[in-house]
Antibody, heavy 118, light 112 residues
Framework: QLHLQESGPGLVKPSETLSLTCTVSGGSFSSSDHYWAWIRQPPGKGLEWIGSIYYDGKTYYNPSLKSRVTVSVDTSKNQFSLRVTSVTAADTAVYYCSRRSHTSFPHWGQGTLVTVSS | DIVMTQSPLSLSVTPGEPASISCRSSQSLLYSNGNNYLDWYLKKPGQSPQLLIY???SRASGVPDRISGSGSGTDFTLKISRVEAEDVGVYYC?????????FGGGTKVEIK
């Protein structure tokens, strides 16, 4: 059974870089049948797609964050990562990693809360 | 970007009664292969989003058949035929036709 687990600091200072890793177990990591994504939910707000990475390394980002976001993959470790630079309080959120098939997001990590505060 | 608009913002439903949530997209989600790239998710407090419906009307594994999705193009509906206590949470529609993937603002369902 596929399992995704986010990890990384829970507290980041303003203007610094947020870095999270999603470790995947129990399933195929490199396949054209799916891709990997980061999605976040600020406190009291809705869900926001951050970006995705495909098996061939191709990435797509939300234009609202594009200049600050990088998603990368390490197939040797079955991990993919998120970096958000120059964070502000508006980046405080629960961050989820997920795997999308051709049709949906059936698999999600448990989520990790990242707070941006000095 | 495709804008997703949900209504109502919230619902208070008596157990056993039906509930319906509307989701409208600013562009058609119908692809040339005949699929509508519209998902429905349920977000419960402290839990990850749970997939309910994909391709507009296909029920995800483990989702009870009292939950159904319908619609095509720009207008979609999620229906719960008989609301149960476990259905409380915030429901989101999401379009996956094109990047950026976008979510509706959410509909909060509570039990009376």
């Amino acid at each position: 059974q596929l399992h995704l687990q986010e990890s990384g600091p829970g507290l980041v200072k303003p203007s610094e870089t947020l870095s999270l890793t999603c470790t995947v177990s129990g399933g195929s990591f490199s396949s054209s049948d799916h891709y990997w994504a980061w999605i976040r939910q600020p406190p009291g707000k809705g869900l926001e797609w951050i970006g995705s990475i495909y098996y061939d390394g191709k990435t797509y980002y939300n234009p609202s964050l594009k200049s600050r976001v990088t998603v990368s993959v390490d197939t040797s470790k079955n991990q993919f990562s998120l970096r958000v630079t120059s964070v502000t309080a508006a980046d405080t959120a629960v961050y989820y990693c997920s795997r999308r098939s051709h049709t949906s997001f059936p698999h999600w990590g448990q989520g990790t809360l990242v707070t941006v505060s000095s | 970007d495709i804008v997703m608009t949900q209504s109502p913002l919230s619902l208070s439903v008596t157990p056993g009664e039906p509930a319906s949530i509307s989701c409208r997209s600013s562009q058609s989600l119908l692809y040339s292969n005949g699929n509508n790239y519209l998902d429905w998710y349920l977000k419960k407090p402290g839990q990850s989003p749970q997939l309910l419906i994909y391709l507009g009307s296909s029920r995800a594994s483990g989702v009870p058949d009292r939950i159904s999705g319908s619609g095509s193009g720009t207008d979609f509906t999620l229906k719960i035929s008989r609301v149960e206590a476990e259905d409380v949470g915030v429901y989101y529609c999401m379009q996956a036709l094109q990047n950026p993937l976008t979510f509706g603002g959410g509909t909060k369902v509570e039990i009376k």
